[in-house]
Nanobody
Framework: QVQLVENGGGLVQAGGSLRLSCAASGRTFSSDTMGWFRQAPGKEREFVAAFSWNGVTTYYADSAKGRFTISRDNAKNTAYLQMNSLRPEDTAVYYC??????????????????WGRGTQVTVSS
């Protein structure tokens, strides 16, 4: 059974940092693009960042550029999202997702096959 499990969410003050992790099991994800998405109450799920299956290319939403860094460790089947300079508007449930060999559509949630259950991130002002 394929599983993605997110960890690392929590409550942090504005300007603080959090590091999310996404541990994958049930398949090898080295050929998958790993993505992070978030969904705030009453809003649609939105793209945050993705790390290409090619092991080199990364993609970021404008809101994440310069503040968030996505990384992956294929040996551990784990992806990470380092979030710095957090803002109250970053408050959301953060989800990781995976899909094989996608690049051009890395920001489109409908192209991902596998999803975690999410981890809550709350940034207080």
């Amino acid at each position: 059974q394929v599983q993605l499990v997110e960890n690392g969410g929590g409550l942090v003050q504005a300007g603080g940092s959090l590091r999310l992790s996404c541990a994958a099991s049930g398949r090898t994800f080295s050929s998958d693009t790993m993505g992070w998405f978030r969904q705030a109450p009453g809003k649609e799920r939105e793209f945050v960042a993705a790390f290409s299956w090619n092991g080199v290319t990364t993609y970021y939403a404008d809101s994440a550029k310069g503040r968030f860094t996505i990384s992956r460790d294929n040996a551990k089947n784990t992806a990470y999202l380092q979030m710095n300079s957090l803002r109250p508007e970053d408050t959301a449930v953060y989800y990781c997702a995976a899909a094989p060999y996608i690049d051009d559509s890395a920001s489109n949630p409908s192209t991902y096959f596998y999803w975690g259950r999410g981890t809550q991130v709350t940034v207080s002002s």
